[in-house]
């Protein structure tokens, strides 16, 4: 039996007219467990026009109205967290404990949005000439659209919307057709805490419904988490539809190993940050860059911690690897490890051919890691998104920072050393929006902001944080004047106010 996910609009269910749906499958046994409604455009301009209707009060509610809402939000998905991620293994594939870790990683957005009253305190100054004050205030935007990845269906989506609406605006959401159970999950909930209906829309849909939001004339901003070819598509389609829009793309994110770093530690990190969700991550590191004469211990190292990795299914608890989102994505990832030895590199790891067994139809692949991998390999130049690790080799400090420099992706990195100098160096030279030192994953906590550089990012601004507020508002400046009544009126002047 298979179930049926439908839109979230107007805060209810509204099942798909379209005719069309997509597949949702378990990873872990390969079956047809649900379908998804794909909007036609049609239903996409339904969700916007319910969006638009709940502006017109929740853009000028209180903040202590918002801020309500929020805090019953919070404490909502706290007490479903379990369920949260038991929804996002079962579509995803990611073990339950790094399902949970999606969902706390989440919830610090709604934090944040819990304290927005703080955020949108505004700057005031006063007598900035006689009686004259200047006031710099932040308004929302009106309908805002997101459209997510399916790596981290609850986490993505909760990097946007708890801030975009604590801010005034309406959301229409456009999750990944390929796990969309928990975005329904997360605007259920949302009302349960008091959200009005049409502040949170739901959408599913494919290329059809995103081109619909990114046509449409009453949305304002578009949020997009997803691969690069397609954030570079959305940043422009938006932009020539005259709308905001922040697009962060996908990664290729290298760890530089320098000879004086602790080993152990390294490959530890090594092996948690390149296998973690089965390489699944954006944060993943699928490059480490071993520095002067540690490669051949460092590559020992993780490849006696990558053997023994268990991997199964999700719901296993014995289970630290899952399986991945399709059989033609685990198909892709294979093909880079069985063309690698042909390219130069040295094949330590061999994941393909993998299976679990008792669940032979799973999108199953082992743990592979490429060792020598020429800069020229395509295990090396594309972004796999699979448990795969390239080790690439450098003589020194600046050849490896080159080396990190010249990839077009700039989302994370990280330096493993003990030298405060050299860290501090990376620091200041690297290329990335997001910089570990001995972290091997630097993702922001929820109060600074995340964002890559290069093809990583599209558009000027990173999401959540400092930056997720001024994304989701804009700016007025209100300089006044009240005259003293005693005094004459200045009269007329001609020249420009200084
Ligand atoms: P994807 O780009 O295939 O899909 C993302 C979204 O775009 C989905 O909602 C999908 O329905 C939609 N989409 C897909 N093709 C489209 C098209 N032709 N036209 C319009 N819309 C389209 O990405 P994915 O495979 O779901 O997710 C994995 C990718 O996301 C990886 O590249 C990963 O690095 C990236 N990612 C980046 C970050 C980040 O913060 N930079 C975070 C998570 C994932």
């Known amino acids: 039996m298979t179930k049926n996910v439908h839109h979230w609009i107007g805060g209810k269910t509204v099942e798909g007219t379209s005719g069309q749906w997509g597949p949702v499958t378990d990873p872990a046994t390969g079956e047809i467990t649900t379908r998804v409604a794909l909007a036609s455009a049609a239903e996409v301009g339904t969700a916007v026009a319910a969006a638009k209707a709940a502006f017109a009060t929740w853009g000028t509610s209180s903040l202590a109205q918002r801020t309500a809402v929020l805090f019953r939000y919070r404490a909502l998905l706290d007490a479903h967290r379990d369920e949260l991620a038991a929804l996002i293994t079962a579509e995803h594939g990611k073990v339950h404990s790094d399902a949970l870790g999606e969902v706390a990683r989440g919830l610090e957005i709604v934090e944040l949005a819990c304290g927005i009253t703080t955020q949108l305190k505004g700057e005031l100054s006063t007598q900035v000439s006689q009686r004259v004050d200047v006031a710099a205030i932040r308004q929302p935007l009106g309908v805002v659209a997101g459209i997510t990845p399916f790596n981290f269906p609850a986490m993505v989506p909760m990097w946007m919307f708890p801030l975009a609406v604590a801010c005034g605006n309406t959301f229409v959401l456009k999750p990944s057709e390929k796990d969309p ?11 349960e805490a008091g959200l009005p209906d049409g502040v949170l829309n739901v959408v599913h849909g494919d290329k059809t419904a995103v081109d619909a939001l990114l046509e449409h004339p009453d949305v304002a901003a578009v949020s997009f988490v ?3 070819p397609i954030a570079r598509y959305i940043h422009r389609k938006a932009t020539e539809h005259g709308k905001r829009v922040q697009a962060l793309g996908g990664a290729k994110n290298h760890m530089l190993v320098l000879p004086d770093a602790d080993l152990d530690a390294a490959a530890d ?3 948690s940050a390149a296998y ?3 390489g699944e991550r954006c944060m993943a590191i699928s490059a480490v ?4 004469s540690v490669g051949d ?7 006696e911690r990558a053997e023994k990795i268990k991997i199964g299914p999700g719901t296993d608890p014995e289970s630290e690897m899952g399986p991945l989102i399709t059989a033609a994505h685990r198909d892709k990832v294979a093909s880079y490890v069985t063309g690698a030895a042909d390219e130069g590199c040295e094949v330590v790891l061999d994941g393909t051919g993998y299976t679990v067994d008792g669940h032979e139809n799973g999108h199953w692949i082992g743990l592979s890691l490429l060792d020598r991998v020429p800069t020229t390999a395509k295990a090396y130049q594309d972004e796999i998104f699979g448990p795969v690790l390239c080790v690439l080799r450098a003589e020194t400090y600046e050849e490896g920072v080159a ?3 010249a990839s077009p992706f700039g ?3 990280a330096i493993f050393t003990r030298d405060g100098g050299a860290a501090r160096r990376f620091q200041l030279e690297v290329q990335a929006g997001m910089v570990g030192v001995n972290v091997p994953i630097p993702v922001p906590v929820g109060y600074h902001s995340f964002g890559g550089w290069k093809d990583s990012l599209f558009g000027d601004h990173h999401i959540y944080g400092n930056d997720g507020v001024h994304f989701y508002t804009r700016g007025k400046v209100v300089t006044t004047r009240w005259p003293d009544p005693s005094e004459a009126p200045a009269g007329i002047d001609l020249g420009f106010p200084r």
């Open 403 to 405: 080396l990190i420099n």
């Open 276 to 278: 973690g969700s089965a």
């Open 411 to 413: 989302n994370g990195t």
């Open 181 to 191: 159970s928990a975005a329904n999950r997360l605007a259920e909930l949302a009302a």
């Open 269 to 271: 990190a090594a092996v």
């Open 297 to 303: 211990a460092l590559v020992e190292k993780i490849r």
């Open 226 to 228: 997803g691969s690069t």
């Open 289 to 292: 860059v071993a520095v002067g």
